[in-house]
């Protein structure tokens, strides 16, 4: 917003106030593209979400085109394969349920997410289902008895593709 002010300034003055605040209006643009941006995001986000599941199709190209739609496959875990990313907070509501405080309770806020290897069924190929999150406590299988389903059974499951790697994270090692 830019304001005449009426009074003995000099021209400089006058032209320095209006070069500050002009500055503002790149921005104010910026952040609206943005804002507009972000909520035609949403929506297409939660249309692909609440779509009907689809079979997982076996061409690597149309699973690229799948992301954050819903997909069916039958198979069976690897429960013997389990991978734990963490140690990780517990988020209820997108918030971290783990308080700051010297004398804080974390005993059932920090745990793992937990992934399971999916062996497809009538296929060669094995597939990553994210479990969801534990407390360290029951980061062992035999304290999770209920979760450990033997045989074959039918999943749905939102696809999710890897994430690019940071700029400066080192590459993995292997063991």
Request: net charge positive.
């Given at each position: 917003?830019?304001?005449?002010?009426?009074?003995?300034?000099?021209?400089?003055?006058?032209?320095?106030?209006?070069?500050?605040?002009?500055?503002?209006?790149?921005?104010?643009?910026?952040?609206?593209?943005?804002?507009?941006?972000?909520?035609?995001?949403?929506?297409?986000?939660?249309?692909?979400?609440?779509?009907?599941?689809?079979?997982?199709?076996?061409?690597?190209?149309?699973?690229?085109?799948?992301?954050?739609?819903?997909?069916?496959?039958?198979?069976?875990?690897?429960?013997?394969k389990e991978l734990f990313i963490g140690p990780r907070s517990l988020l209820v509501k997108g918030d971290s349920t783990t308080q700051s405080s010297?004398?804080?309770?974390?005993?059932?806020?920090?745990?793992?997410?937990?992934?399971?290897?999916?062996?497809?069924?009538?296929?060669?190929?094995?597939?990553?289902?994210?479990?969801?999150?534990?407390?360290?406590?029951?980061?062992?299988?035999?304290?999770?008895?209920?979760?450990?389903?033997?045989?074959?059974?039918?999943?749905?499951?939102?696809?999710?593709?890897?994430?690019?790697?940071?700029?400066?994270?080192?590459?993995?090692?292997?063991?």
């Open positions: 917003m830019a304001l005449m002010i009426m009074s003995n300034s000099t021209f400089e003055q006058k032209l320095s106030f209006y070069s500050k605040n002009s500055t503002d209006y790149p921005g104010s643009v910026w952040q609206i593209k943005r804002k507009t941006w972000k909520e035609n995001l949403i929506a297409d986000l939660q249309m692909g979400i609440n779509s009907d599941p689809i079979p997982l199709p076996n061409s690597l190209e149309e699973i690229n085109e799948l992301e954050y739609k819903p997909v069916h496959v039958k198979g069976y875990f690897l429960h013997d010297f004398f804080a309770d974390r005993s059932n806020s920090n745990g793992y997410l937990v992934v399971t290897p999916f062996k497809l069924a009538n296929r060669e190929e094995t597939i990553l289902v994210s479990r969801g999150w534990v407390p360290a406590k029951n980061r062992e299988s035999k304290t999770r008895q209920n979760g450990q389903v033997e045989g074959p059974v039918d999943v749905i499951g939102i696809v999710r593709l890897h994430e690019n790697r940071p700029s400066f994270t080192p590459k993995n090692k292997g063991k």
